[in-house]
């Protein structure tokens, strides 16, 4: 199926797109294309304008901030998965997207900004408490992980806005994190996935960031989970009582479709919780 017509223009800068996107109200931004032009073929977006940002040099790459890293919007998954100065749950996450095409014109920000519940990316950002990057008319601003995706599909992102970048907080001494995933056989998107954030003293937990997606329309942080680890020992009976603790936080509104039902989802999560719990954990050593 093809999709709309539209019109397309080639932005050289991040402002000239968010100039762009400020003339055509119902303009959309496309990058690698994965998420926007698929919705656009089943005719359930039909922006009329196209302002392509992929070319634009500031939105690429990886870098050191000296609080962390900043991950361009139009970083590839692929280099994301390759950079090992990046947090073990991204690099674990980032490998695990659709197959190598995917993983090579597929971009960071893209897929944050279409907001699909089956990415990956949504419950790792959030899981790092990291801070998005947005440029827009009225300038620059930042939301955390946590307060930008607002629902199935939905974003904090306002009309003609840009998200540029990503900060990803440095990890401190004993820190470590993991990524456990279900993912659909076909399609390789995620029918639940798990991303966890621990500090270890010694073997004890000291502080724990546990989030989940694909089981509700947007990402959740699991405090009842966090709360069991704090505290408690690193081994294998402390964390499966802890990760059983997951379906406390998850409350009711669940995704179930053809693939995996919410009830099935609901029971399978505190398996995969506890299994990037022990990967996390054998990465301390």
Do not use: W
Request: proline share 5%; net charge negative.
């Amino acid at each position: 199926m093809y999709p709309p017509k539209f019109d397309y223009h080639r932005a050289n800068s991040v402002s000239e797109a968010v100039s762009l996107l400020s003339q055509n109200g119902e303009a959309k931004v496309i990058a690698g294309g994965h998420s926007l032009l698929p919705v656009m073929k089943l005719r359930l977006s039909d922006p009329g304008v196209l302002v392509d940002i992929g070319r634009i040099p500031e939105l690429k790459g990886i870098t050191e901030t000296g609080q962390g890293f900043r991950i361009g919007a139009l970083t590839a998954h692929a280099a994301g998965a390759a950079d090992n100065r990046l947090p073990h749950v991204l690099t674990d996450a980032a490998g695990l997207i659709g197959d190598p095409q995917v993983r090579n014109r597929g971009t960071v920000g893209g897929n944050l900004a279409h907001a699909d519940p089956a990415s990956d990316l949504p419950a790792v950002f959030t899981a790092l408490g990291a801070t998005f990057n947005l440029e827009g008319p009225n300038g620059q601003r930042q939301v955390s992980a946590e307060e930008f995706f607002i629902d199935l599909f939905m974003t904090d992102l306002q009309q003609s806005e840009i998200l540029t970048s990503v900060d990803v907080p440095a990890q401190g001494a004993g820190t470590v994190s993991a990524y456990a995933k279900l993912s659909n056989a076909a399609t390789r998107y995620a029918l639940l996935g798990a991303a966890v954030v621990l500090t270890m003293d010694g073997g004890t937990c000291s502080s724990a960031r546990v989030a989940v997606g694909s089981l509700t329309p947007k990402p959740v942080r699991l405090p009842s989970v966090e709360a069991a680890l704090v505290g408690s020992s690193a081994d294998e009976q402390s964390l499966a009582a802890a990760a059983a603790n997951a379906g406390n936080d998850l409350g009711d509104n669940l995704i179930g479709d053809i693939h995996a039902s919410a009830e099935y989802r609901r029971k399978i999560a505190p398996v995969y919780v506890k299994r990037a719990l022990m990967k996390a954990v054998s990465r301390a050593g």
